[in-house]
Structure formats: C-alpha cells, structure tokens
C-alpha cells in the first residue's frame, strides 16, 4: 500500500516534470523556429544581395551563432544553477529566450535599414543561444534530482519531450503562414510566430514559479559543499568524463539538425521540390519522436544508458545513405519515411536516455556545470555546424548528397567509441553519482 509521503513525492516529481516541459516546449519553439525561417525567409529578407544558396549559407551562419552562444550561457547559468539554485536560473532563461523571439518578431528587414537588420538579427539569435544554453541543464536537473532511484530515465525524458513539441509546434507555425502564400509569407507573415510565442512564455513561468529546489540540490547546501568555481572543478576532477560525454553527445545533435534545418533546405534549394513535403514530414517525425523519447528514457532505466543511446547511433550511422537515396527521389512518401527513421527514430532514440546520463556522471555539487559543458560543447562541433557542413557539401559536390551522409556517419561513430568507455550509471543513486564516475570504467560496463 503506498504511503502518503510516497504520494506526495510522486504528484511532486509529476509538477516538477510537467514544469520541466512546458519550459522545454517554448525553448526549442523558439530555437527551431529561427533555423526554419533561416531555410525560407531570412535568406531573402535579411541576407538579400546574395544567390539563394549562399544567402542560405550566410543565415546558417547567424543559425550557428547561436550554438556558438549556448556554451557561455551553459557556463554562466551553470555556475549560478550549482552555487544559488536550479529553479530561479530556470526562469530568468525562459525570460531571456522569450523576450529575444518576440523581438525577432518586430526586427526591420534589410530592405528597411540595411546592413542593421542582419546585425540586429544575429544580436537576438546570440541572445537565443544564451537562454537555451542555461535552459536545458537545469530543466533536466529538476527531474533528474526530484526523481526517485530506478526511474530518472523515464522523469528526465519529460523535457527531453520539449524537442518534438517544439519542433511539431514551429513546423505547424511556419506551414499555417505559408499557405497564405510567398507574398505574405515574406511581408509579414513570417513575424506571426516570433510574435505569439510570448504567450508560451507567460504560461511556462507561471507553472515554473510554484516549483521547488530538488532534495539533492538544498542537502548540499545544508552540508556546505558547494563548489566555489564549478566550473573548474568540473575540467579539473572530470576531465575524462567531461570528454566523452562531449563526443557522445555529437550524433544526436548532427542528426537532428541535418534532418531538420538542413534537409529544408536541400530539398527547396537543390532538389526544387515544394517546402511543404519536409515541413509535413518533420510533423509526423515529431509525432513519433514523441513517443520514442519516453520509450527510450523508460527503458534505459531497465537495461542501461549506453545500451539505449547506442541503438540511436547505430541506427543513425546504418540508415544515413538510405535517407538520403530515399529524399532524392522527390517521393512524399519515400521523404516522409526518410525523415521519420531519421529524426523520429535514431535521433530520439539517442535523446531519451540523454539527460540521465549526463547529469549522473557529475556530483551534485558541479552538476549543473557538468552536464550543461557536455551538452552545451559537444553541440559547437557538431549541431552548430551541421547545416552550414551540410550546404557546404552540397554545394562543392555539385549537389550530391551522399558526403552529407557519410558526414552523418562518422559522427555516429564517433559517439559509438564514446559511450563505449563511459561509465554505465543507471543503477547508482545521484548521491552516489561521483563514486560511480570513479570506479573504474571497465568493471562498470554493461
């Protein structure tokens, strides 16, 4: 018979991860958002002097700057996060990440200012990058921290879940605005989006507000073993771990943002095929991948991190060239399919067990530093990148798409060798994380 303690610390961990997500949701809405209108609107309205792929490759450019900024915010929210507090950091992010969207929503284009627009623009999305930076280590450190031994995994994938949201919700957000056709769609339909986010914003720092400091966080505190520069601690004493963390981390950022900034592009620009084929694409994907992430998080707390997150690469490295062999046919079906193994599968697969694992291979006291250096730097090589390496390629390869691919594989590989000698910590509580990272590696494998 449960208790009422048991209850209470269940409707608790239920309050912190719906808070979680619904944070999570108008992060990634806000960040998918700018690499969409990169791929179809601020080539030709902020970067207009150039050809439609090079324009295409310079809004890419302001698209990976904000990756560039997602490790400062990482790194400053991380610290503020380990020595004052996971929740309040929480909501000056959200502030920060709302209020540059909305902004952007409101931005002059270069045919009314010039060379400003393009200035401002790349201004909000580093500001962008700062709030999302600071965003998801605290996000999934409440869950992570408020959730009980066996079941992180599964609480930790909540806002995992921020991901297909945010993405389904952009996605619908820019298909509606572009059904009212191109005319509109660049004269200001385009803004609508940035615009109504504000809303999300309001209602995620209500439900975010009325949350409390995870029991983890307030014992360190009590115990007085907080560090005095996490940071350091973290490349001082987790140097190793904090490396292959950085490398497991790179096959899910690439695959997800080639499936999705990317491909819109490659299949508008260069296949010539009509924009609403990915975008509807990417809808169905993000329906899977809603139920992949908590899958994938909800068995890694049964058979293993690695395990879980290692099926995602796999999947990834085994199934990029027939991704690509199927979108090149220009088939609705045979794209939608690609897009679904692509993003919703391989991709999810690999972002569901994610957040356990890298918050339990830090102590609570540089946790939030730790893992936000993991996620935050192991996107600048890769998810940063991956557009910009993506058009690039097509480009000097006179429009092929197997180097994309293979570029897709060698990131998978690289993740494989990765979580290969990480530590397997599923079954340590998160007191227990910094004994488990010092044990040696090979007697913990699964």
Not at 126 to 148: F, N, T
Request: proline fraction near 5%; include cysteine; glycine fraction near 10%.
């Amino acid at each position: 018979m449960r208790t009422n303690e048991a209850d209470g610390r269940e409707a608790t961990i239920r309050q912190v991860a719906a808070a979680s997500l619904i944070g999570t949701v108008v992060e990634w809405y806000d960040f998918f958002l700018y690499g969409t209108m990169a791929a179809l609107v601020f080539n030709r309205e902020f970067f207009p002097t150039f050809d439609p792929l090079i324009g295409t490759l310079v809004a890419f450019s302001t698209f990976a700057a904000g990756f560039v900024t997602r490790p400062l915010g990482g790194v400053v929210f991380g610290h503020l996060g380990d020595r004052i507090g996971r929740k309040s950091m929480l909501v000056v992010t959200m502030t920060i990440m709302g209020l540059s969207t909305f902004a952007m929503g409101l931005l002059p284009t270069y045919a009314q200012i010039g060379v400003a627009a393009p200035v401002l623009l790349l201004f909000l999305r580093m500001l962008q990058g700062i709030g999302l930076g600071g965003e998801w280590g605290g996000a999934v450190l409440l869950c992570v921290e408020h959730a009980p031994d066996g079941r992180r995994g599964w609480y930790s994938s909540w806002p995992q879940l921020g991901v297909p949201i945010g993405l389904l919700l952009s996605t619908l957000a820019v298909s509606t605005v572009s059904r009212l056709g191109d005319d509109a769609l660049l004269g200001w339909a385009w803004r609508v989006p940035f615009l109504v986010s504000i809303v999300l914003v309001a209602i995620g720092l209500f439900i975010r507000l009325r949350i409390s400091e995870p029991p983890a966080f307030e014992h360190m505190v009590r115990s007085g073993q907080r560090a005095r520069v996490p940071l350091l601690d973290v490349f001082r004493r987790h140097p190793k771990i904090t490396l292959l963390g950085v490398g497991a981390r790179m096959s899910e950022s690439v695959t997800f943002n080639i499936y999705n900034a990317f491909l819109l592009t490659y299949t508008v620009t260069v296949l010539g095929l009509p924009r609403s084929l990915v975008l509807d694409a990417l809808v169905v994907a993000s329906v899977v991948g809603f139920f992949v992430i908590p899958f994938a998080g909800w068995l890694s707390d049964r058979v293993g991190r690695r395990a879980v997150f290692m099926a995602g690469a796999l999947l990834a490295a085994v199934s990029a060239y027939p991704i690509f062999a199927l979108v090149d046919t220009g088939s609705r079906w045979l794209t939608m399919i690609a897009v679904v193994v692509g993003w919703g599968l391989a991709a999810c697969t690999m972002y569901g067990p994610e957040g356990a694992l890298f918050a339990e291979i830090y102590p609570t006291r540089v946790r939030y530093s730790g893992m936000s250096v993991v996620y935050q730097i192991g996107v600048l090589p890769s998810g940063a990148v991956a557009p910009l390496i993506g058009t690039s390629l097509v480009a000097h390869f006179s429009g092929a798409s197997w180097p994309v691919a293979t570029y897709v594989v060698v990131i998978a590989l690289i993740t494989v060798v990765s979580l290969v000698f990480l530590p397997e910590t599923y079954r340590t509580s998160v007191d227990d994380a910094a004994d488990s990272v010092q044990a040696p590696v090979a007697s913990s494998r699964v």
